[in-house]
């Protein structure tokens, strides 16, 4: 018993050191920007859009800031935390930036009680950072489509994979990267969601009248 409680003691020394004994760490938390709001269409397309939940692993579904550690091994920081999951802060500007567009007749989450002529889907399958020979870049990888209540079918899908370089080296500069990157794009995406509609909601609305 002694000499178990001489390889035990020890061992309960290092658990309490690290947990409050030794050096202190405070978490830091980090958000994304709202995006400015858009100057409002003097003609906005006749369809209201329902925004469903951003799709995306269970590692982007929660708070933990990830890096990419070669091509297959993405790790987290043990201090740094997102103040909501990834998935959950895309849906959100996604939602904002559709309904202060003035782009569409009527915008809401698809959990209300509205009824849509669209529901746009979305998947987030990148948001972490990459270190590359040339430096460190904020990743962003956001598919984002457009469904067809009245067909049942998708009508439109766009995806964006990009790497946005950092101004620095600290996880604060991953997350600047990340924010810039996610704007550029939604804005991206938006855009080829309204050539789409552009092109075939007159359409739509003929063939239904005919």
Sequence with gaps: MKRAMTVILPALTAVLWA???GASHSMRFYTLSLPAEPAASAAPYPVTL?????QAPPMLRNDLVLYRVGANEVDTYPYERWAAPPAEMVEVRLLRLLRESGRYQFVS???SSARGD???RGRLDGFEEVD???GV???VVLELDLFDETG???VW???YSHDEPTKGHEVADVVAALDRNLQEGLEALTTGMNDYLARNVKAKQTAVKE
């Design 137 to 139: 870049e904020g990743r």
């Design 152 to 154: 049942d079918h998708t």
């Design 132 to 134: 590359t020979a040339t």
């Design 118 to 120: 669209y529901i746009v």
């Design 157 to 159: 899908s766009q995806l």
């Design 50 to 54: 329902l925004v469903g939940h951003i």
């Design 19 to 21: 947990c409050g004994g």
């Design 109 to 111: 989450d698809l959990g």
